[in-house]
C-alpha cells in the first residue's frame, strides 16, 4: 500500500528538462566538524560569539543535562563510551586504508565503462573507414562498365564478320557451281559433237575410197622404204 | 521574498507559525517534506565521490538520541543508588 501510494505522489517532470551530460558528482560532502555536527552551524554562531561560541554552548549543554538527569549515567554510559572509542579508534587508523581501497574499485569501474565508450568509438571509427572506401570503390563502376561494353562491342563485331564470311563463302559456292554447270555443259555438246563429226566421217568413208586409200598408203609406204633403204 | 516560498531554515522565528500555515499538512504534503529533506541531506552527505563518516554519522547520533528520548521514562524511573 505504501509504495502505491508513494508512487503516486512522486511528483515527474517538476524540475526543468537537464539534457545530458549530468551534472558530476561533488567531490566531497559538506564540511562536518567533528563528525556530528556540520560546519554551518559554527558559521551560524560565529557572527555573534565568535569562535569558541559552540563549544561553549556544547559545554553548558552537556553539564546542564547531567546535573538535571536528563541524562541518566548508568551502565549503558559505560558501555557506549567503550564502543565509541573502540570506533573512533578504528576510523582514525584504517579510515585513510578503506577510502583508497573504494577509490580504487571506482577507478576500476570507471576504466570499465571507459574502456567500453573508445572500443565503441573504434569500432566506429572503422565502420566509418571502410564505408568510406566502399563508396570509393563504387566509383571504379565506370571502368567495368566500359570494360563490359568492350566486350559486348567485339562479340558482335566477331559474329558479324563470321556471318559476312558465311554469306561470302556461299555465294561463292553457288556462282561456282553455275560456272561448273556450263563448263560441263560445254564440254559435253564439245565431246558429243567430235563423236558426231567422226562417226559420219567414218561412216561417209565408203568402201571405194578404202580401197583406194589403202592402195595409195601401200604405195607410199613402198616408196618410203626405197627411201629407207636407200638411205641405209 | 514571500514567507510561502522560503525554505524552513530561510524563516525567522517570528514567522514561524505563518510559514507553518502555508504548507500542505496532509499526509501527502508531510510525506513529500519528508522525502525532500531526506534527498536534500542524501546529496549533501552521502551521495558525493569521497565522502566520509560524517555521512551515516550523524544519522547514527541523530538514532541515539531518538532512542534514548523514547526510552527516557524507563531508565529515569531505575534507581542506581544504594538503598539507604
Redesign the interface.
Known amino acids: 500500500v505504501i509504495s502505491s501510494v508513494l508512487h503516486v505522489t512522486r511528483p515527474l517532470h517538476t524540475t526543468q528538462q537537464r539534457s545530458a551530460p549530468l551534472p558530476p558528482l561533488p567531490e566531497k560532502g559538506g564540511e562536518v566538524r567533528h563528525g556530528l555536527i556540520p560546519e554551518e552551524f559554527f558559521q551560524f554562531l560565529y557572527p555573534k560569539t565568535g569562535v569558541t561560541g559552540p563549544y561553549m554552548l556544547g559545554t553548558g549543554l552537556v553539564l546542564y543535562l547531567l546535573s538535571k538527569e536528563i541524562y541518566v549515567i548508568n551502565h549503558e554510559t559505560v558501555a557506549a563510551a567503550c564502543i565509541l572509542s573502540v570506533i573512533i579508534y578504528g576510523v582514525k587508523k584504517y579510515g585513510a586504508d578503506v577510502a583508497a581501497f573504494a577509490d580504487k574499485l571506482n577507478e576500476e569501474k570507471m576504466a570499465k565503462a571507459l574502456d567500453v565508450k573508445n572500443e565503441a568509438i573504434k569500432g566506429l571509427e572503422t565502420a566509418i573507414e571502410e564505408e568510406k572506401k566502399e563508396q570509393w570503390r563504387v566509383e571504379g563502376r565506370k571502368y567495368l562498365f566500359d570494360a563490359k561494353r568492350n566486350n559486348i562491342a567485339m562479340l558482335l563485331e566477331t559474329n558479324y564478320r563470321e556471318r559476312l564470311l558465311t554469306v561470302y563463302s556461299e555465294v561463292k559456292k553457288r556462282l561456282d557451281y553455275q560456272v561448273a554447270m556450263q563448263n560441263l555443259k560445254r564440254q559435253k555438246e564439245q565431246d558429243h559433237m567430235i563423236q558426231w563429226v567422226e562417226k559420219n566421217v567414218v561412216q561417209s568413208i565408203t568402201p571405194q575410197q578404202q580401197k583406194e586409200s589403202i592402195a595409195k598408203c601401200i604405195l607410199d609406204l613402198k616408196a618410203l622404204s626405197k627411201s629407207a633403204q636407200a638411205a641405209v | 521574498g514571500p514567507v510561502a516560498e522560503r525554505r524552513l531554515l530561510a524563516v525567522r522565528l517570528g514567522e514561524l507559525p505563518a510559514w507553518l500555515a502555508t504548507r500542505q499538512l496532509s499526509a ?1 504534503g508531510l ?2 517534506g519528508v522525502r525532500k529533506a531526506w534527498s536534500s541531506y542524501y546529496d ?12 551515516i ?2 544519522l547514527l ?1 541523530g538514532y541515539c538520541l531518538l532512542s ?1 528520548g523514547w526510552s ?1 521514562q524507563r ?2 524511573k ?1 534507581s ?1 543508588l544504594l538503598p539507604d
Not at chain 2, 44 to 55: D, E, F, M, S
Request: hydrophobic fraction near 35%; aromatic fraction near 16%.
Open positions: 501527502q510525506l513529500g549533501k552527505y552521502i551521495n558525493v565521490k569521497r565522502g566520509g563518516p560524517a555521512g554519522s550523524m547520533a534514548y527516557y531508565l529515569s531505575s542506581f
